[in-house]
C-alpha cells in the first residue's frame, strides 16, 4: 500500500510534527534530541513499511512477551538489541579503535560477579568438560608499557555449548579471574572455544527462526580486563577458522580478536608440564593493549 493522495501524506505529516512539538519544550537538550529524533525515525519506518494495524499489534505482543520472559537473570531485550546489531553498534561508537589497542565486543549474559581467583598458570575450567587450552599474553597500555596488576575475568562456556549458569545447579566453572605479573604478562588455563547458541527459547529465538537466522555464536572466550588509570576492556578472542566467524547471532566478530589456537595432538608437552593424561589441547596469545582512561567531559 502506497500513500495515495496529498491529503494523506499531509494527515500524516502534520502528525509528526505535532508529536515532535510535544517534545519541544524537554528541559535536558540532550533528552530532547533522542526523543524527537526517535518520533522522527520512528514515523519514518512505519510509513516506509505502511504498518498494518494487526503488524503494530504483533509488535506490541512481541514487547510484551519480551518483558515477560525478562528476570534478574534473562534479559530478552538486551538479546534483542544483540540480534539487531543495536549492541554491537553501541559499542563501536563508544570505543573507536584507535592506535592498536584492542577492540571491545559485546558483554553477553553471561558474565557474574565475585569468579574465583585463579594464579598464573591456573586452571578457570574447573572441571567444565572440554578439550584444555593453554592461553597467554601480556596488557600493554598505549606507550606499549607492561601493566602489572591487572585483573582479568576470564569466563567461556563448556563443550556442550553451556556456561556453568545455565545448568541452574549453583556449581561455578568456566570462569575466574586473575592478575597480571610484574611484566604485564599472564598464563591460564581454559577450554578451547565451541560454538554454541544464544538463549533461543523465547521472543528473540522465535524471531530468529522466522527470519531464518541462526543463534549460534562463532567459538568465543570472553575476557575483560581492568587497571586503575585504564579504560576497562570487555573483549572476546575468537578461534580462526571458525565456521561462524561471519555470522556470528549478535554480529560480536571484528577480525582482530581472530586468533589462531594451535592445536596440539595428545601427548604434546604443555607448557607447565601438566599431564594432560594423552588428552589433545590448544594453545593461543592474547597481548591485549589497554586505552587510557576518557577525560571526565569525553565519552570515548
Ligand atoms: C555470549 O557471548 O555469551 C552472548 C552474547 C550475546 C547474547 C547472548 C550470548
Ligand atoms: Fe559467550
Known sequence: MTVTTDRQRQVEDELVKTVLASFEGTPDPRLKQLMQALVRHL???????????????HAIDFLTAAGH????????????????????????MNHEATAGATEATVVGPFFVDGSPEIPLGGDMAFGAPGEPCWIEGTVTDTDGAPVPGVRLEVWEADKEGLYDVQYGDGHTAGRAHLYTDDQGSYTFWGLTPTPYPIPHDGPVGRLLEATGRSPLRASHLHFMATAPGLRTLVTHIFVEGDQLLDCDAVFGVKES??????RQTAGTPTPDGRDLSGQSWSRVRFDIMLRPQPSPDRST
Open 43 to 57: 514515523h519514518a519506518f512505519m510509513r516506509e513499511v505502511r504498518l498494518t494495524e494487526a503488524e503494530w499489534q
Open 69 to 92: 520472559i525478562t528476570t534478574g537473570n534473562r534479559q530478552e531485550f538486551i538479546l534483542l538489541s544483540d540480534v539487531f546489531g543495536a549492541s554491537m553498534q553501541t559499542i563501536n
Open 257 to 262: 580478536l581472530v586468533k589462531r589456537f594451535e
